[in-house]
Each structure stands twice: as C-alpha cells, then as structure tokens.
C-alpha cells in the first residue's frame, strides 16, 4: 500500500488549501486514513482522520488553534481523502502527511501514530504573507 499527499504550496494567512491523499495498493476496508503535521522543531501532532467504511470523522481536539478550520473527508471511490483547512495562520506551517490504519479508528486510537501502519512522504504548506 502507497499513500501519496499533495496540494501543500504556498498561501497567504487567512487562505484556504485542500490537501489530498492518494492511497494504492491491495486495500480492504475497514479501513482509516489519518492526518498529522509536523512544523520545524516540534513533534508530529493529529489533524484529523476518516475511517473509509462509513465515513466517521475524527478530529483533533485538543488544539484549540485547529478547531473548526480543518474539514477531512473522502471519495471511497477513488480511495482518496482530502484535508481543508480554513483560514490559515502562520502556524500552521507544516509537512502535512497523510497514514492508513487498516484497523479503523474510532477515537483517542486515531491520534496514536503507531496505529499507523503505512505513512506517505508528506506535503509542504508554508503561510507567509
């Protein structure tokens, strides 16, 4: 299984980007694509995740920067997710990458990145006015 994440560029604060992720290989649902970003000097931190079955939303909780301005969803069809984030700060400057569990994840699960158990190579997204 191949995750591949794109869309990551360069915007100005306030902007909005949709980043997606395209997933290949032998795939069987259930199934969850999840969400993580990590900024220079800091961990890796959930964004967000979509189990691929019935389409259930996790979403990261305890960053009050984050909430409300990031929006995960997926097109089962052609096993991508995708990740909107609304109006954009400065921090939120990161390599966005995208992960599959092949178990699903329900809750606090999605937030474990050892529940992961394949990882794309990430995409950059730089605010800067």
């Known amino acids: 299984v191949q995750l591949q994440a794109s869309g990551g560029g360069s915007v100005q604060p306030g902007n909005s980007l949709t980043l997606s992720c395209a997933v290949s290989?032998?795939?069987?649902?259930?199934?969850?694509v999840g969400w993580f970003r990590q900024a220079p000097g800091k961990d890796r931190e959930f964004v967000g995740a979509?189990?691929?079955?019935?389409?259930?939303?996790?979403?990261?909780e305890y960053i009050e920067s984050m909430e409300g301005r990031f929006t995960v969803s997926r097109i089962e069809t052609t096993n991508t997710a995708y990740l909107r984030i609304n109006s954009l700060k400065l921090e939120d400057a990161a390599v966005y990458y995208c992960?599959?569990?092949?178990?699903?994840?329900?809750?606090?699960?999605?937030?474990?990145?050892?529940?992961?158990?394949?990882w794309g190579p990430g995409t950059q997204v730089t605010v800067s006015s």
């Open positions: 992960a599959l569990d092949w178990n699903g994840c329900g809750g606090v699960d999605c937030y474990v990145e050892s529940e992961y158990n394949s």
């Open positions: 290989g032998r795939l069987s649902t259930p199934y969850a």
């Open positions: 979509v189990n691929f079955r019935d389409g259930r939303l996790i979403y990261q």
